[in-house]
């Protein structure tokens, strides 16, 4: 004969709902709070740092090209000769000039890889999100039926049955008003 179950309690899987509920409502919007965050991340790399860089090239490039007019009047001034002060400026606008360009190209690179470095990730991501708004909030649900199938399975009395089966027929002759 199959045992019965000794069910006395069904907190512990209430407990364990309760954290699951807990962990489902606080997950979600992090996820979705990520996936924000990567598409601003990619529209900062497109957009604003891309559009920033293009005009400090463009003003470095306007700085270059007024140091190398500075030091090509002193060269071709009979008066004075080239000053070290020129020649520096020239210098300095042109390292500033290249640091910018590395910096726009460096950017350029960052946009051509940036989705297939993150897509992977995001795709994960999805999936993720997916089990936490299907799978989780069905095994929520799940739980909550399975608490209340054992909570009346707990409140039920089972029938007092006797020991051995020859014992109740004894019992119920007793009963009936003799012994034999």
């Known amino acids: 004969m199959p045992q019965k179950a000794h069910v006395t309690s069904v907190d512990s899987l209430e407990a364990f709902r309760a954290n699951l509920i807990t962990y489902v409502s606080k997950a979600r919007p992090t996820l979705e709070e990520v996936s924000a965050d990567v598409m601003r991340a ?29 030091l090509f009047s002193a060269r071709i001034a009979s008066l004075r000769e080239q000053s070290t002060a020129e020649q520096t400026l020239f210098h300095r606008a042109r390292r500033a000039l290249d640091e910018a360009q590395e910096k726009l190209r460096t950017l350029k690179k960052w946009n051509r890889e940036f989705d297939s470095r993150v897509n992977p990730l995001v795709k994960q991501m999805e999936k993720l999100h997916t089990i936490l708004a299907n799978d989780l909030t069905q095994a929520v649900v799940y739980l909550g039926e399975a608490i209340r199938t054992l909570d009346s399975y707990a409140c039920i009395q089972a029938p007092a049955a006797p020991a051995i089966p020859g014992e109740a027929l004894k019992a119920e002759g007793t009963e009936a008003g003799g012994e034999k």
């Not at 891309?50 to 007024?66: C, G, N, P, S």
């Open 42 to 70: 990619k529209q900062w790399l497109q957009n604003e740092q891309r559009t920033r860089l293009e005009a400090e090239v463009r003003r470095r490039a306007k700085e270059l090209e007024q140091a190398q007019q500075a």
